[in-house]
């Protein structure tokens, strides 16, 4: 059975730093990795989808890779802006064709 | 396009009563999912649909039933409603193996 797991389960950086956010998960026969965004009482909004045939995906400031011998997935943010806090979350492909998610890690970048 | 919509937002009930919570996708994807969110276990899936006429149980399903009966409804039925089913309930669809798009979540509240 897929389990996904993100460490730490929070984050406080200085404004202006790089960072890398972690996912991993058990079993590396996946389909792809999608990464999300949620701010405090809303809904889920995807960041970027790395499917299982890639290494890595890029969008501004962000990028995730994956490697899946490993088990192992990140997520880099560059230059991190307050604007950036809020809990990301990863998660992959499981065998009913739902998503199986970590925990997540809430992200605070302070001014 | 609209993307994913749920409705209510917002909704409470007395324990007992039984509520439909809708969703709706304007996307024409195939599947969609229910999920809800508790603190500390994360995002766990209740139901999904691979496509109309087609439903099947996800993790946690019990005392909750769906139907499909057009690719863009997915509506979530609460039977009896109970304290343990207070959470914030998301819908979900996505195309194939592409990339899933949420709604904004309906924050449920069973007195």
């Known amino acids: 059975k897929q389990e996904v797991t993100q460490i730490p389960a929070a984050l406080s950086v200085p404004e202006g730093e790089n960072l890398v956010l972690n996912c991993s998960f058990t079993?590396?026969?996946?389909?792809?990795l999608q990464w999300f965004r949620q701010d405090p009482g809303k809904g889920l909004t995807s960041l970027l989808l790395i499917q299982s045939s890639q290494r890595e995906q890029t969008s501004g400031r962000l990028n995730a890779s994956l490697d899946k011998s490993s088990g192992r997935s990140t997520l880099y943010i560059a230059a991190s802006q307050p604007g950036d806090s809020a809990t990301y979350l990863c998660?992959?492909?499981?065998?009913?064709?739902?998503?199986?998610f970590g925990k997540g890690t809430k992200l605070s970048v302070k001014p | 396009n609209a993307g994913v919509t749920q409705t209510p937002k917002f909704q409470v009930l007395k324990t007992g009563q039984s509520m439909t919570l809708q969703c709706a996708q304007d996307m024409n994807h195939e599947y969609m999912s229910w999920y809800r969110q508790d603190p500390g276990m994360g995002l766990r899936l209740i139901h999904y649909?691979?496509?109309?006429?087609?439903?099947d149980q996800g993790e946690v399903p019990n005392g909750y039933n769906v139907s499909r009966s057009t690719t863009e409804d997915f509506p979530l039925r609460l039977l009896s409603a109970a304290p343990s089913q207070t959470s914030v309930y998301f819908c979900a669809s996505k195309l194939g193996n592409t990339e899933a798009f949420f709604g904004q979540g309906t924050r449920l509240t069973v007195v």
């Open positions: 649909s691979v496509g109309a006429g087609i439903t």
């Open positions: 998660a992959t492909r499981g065998s009913q064709g739902n998503l199986i």
């Open positions: 079993d590396s026969a996946i389909y792809n």
